[in-house]
């Protein structure tokens, strides 16, 4: 099997179950910032932080290709003929997002309370960090806009939400680990 079909050399892909649209639709932006967000995770995992965060970091690339699977797939083509679903995925949504809030509960309970904002960055650990969590917000914002026009598990925008949480709270703990100072927002009138 070739990596190159040339039937989207015109514009349009195919969707999950043969539909074709435009690369442009809003299901491809939702799956393909889905994508991005998952490559960017995979950049974060690549650098100097904990074999913990290491594993926990694969296990959401893991959940994010369940999430990209069930964008790709329109509501039309999730069902077989047969009645089964074409995606053979357990439903998605409550135990992924459990298991999230679990992590951020233990990493935010071995930090400092916040009483400020705090600004991106202090270490390029850090700033990455921050990066993949402002990219998994547009994921969520392209999802919601999705929602708005076709069905979306709202597992997914669960997760998407709660995944964003997790990676401000990384962002922090990796901040912690790193003795990173960080620095808060303080609104110039206050200074």
């Known amino acids: ?28 932006d939702a799956y393909g910032t889905v994508d991005e967000l998952n490559s960017y995770i995979g950049l974060l995992r690549d650098l100097e932080i ?13 959940e994010l290709f369940v999430i990209g699977a069930f964008l790709a797939t329109p509501e039309e083509s999730e069902t077989l003929k047969n009645g089964k679903s074409r995606l053979r995925l357990d439903v998605f949504g409550e135990k992924e997002v459990a298991v999230l809030e679990k992590e951020i509960d233990a990493l935010d309970g071995q930090l400092e309370p916040m009483t400020h904002f705090i600004l991106p960055g202090g270490n390029v650990v850090v ?4 990066i993949a969590r402002t990219i998994c917000r547009r994921a969520e914002r392209i999802c919601v ?29 990796l901040s912690k680990q790193l003795q990173v100072v960080e620095t808060k ?5 206050n200074k």
């Not at 099997?1 to 491809?28: C, N, Q, W």
């Not at 700033?127 to 921050?130: D, K, L, V």
């Not at 927002?185 to 009138?189: E, G």
Request: charged letters at 25%; proline letters at 3%.
């Open 127 to 130: 700033s990455h960090c921050h």
């Open 1 to 28: 099997m070739k990596i190159y079909t040339k039937t989207g050399d015109a514009g349009e892909t195919s969707l999950f179950g043969g539909k074709r649209v435009p690369k442009s639709h809003i299901r491809i």
């Open 145 to 173: 806009l999705l929602q708005s026009e076709e069905t979306v598990n709202v597992g997914i925008l669960k997760y998407l939400n709660r995944l964003s949480d997790y990676l401000f709270v990384l962002a922090r703990m």
């Open 50 to 62: 904990d074999n913990h965060h290491k594993t926990f970091l694969i296990n959401i690339q893991e």
């Open 185 to 189: 927002w303080i609104p110039s009138k």
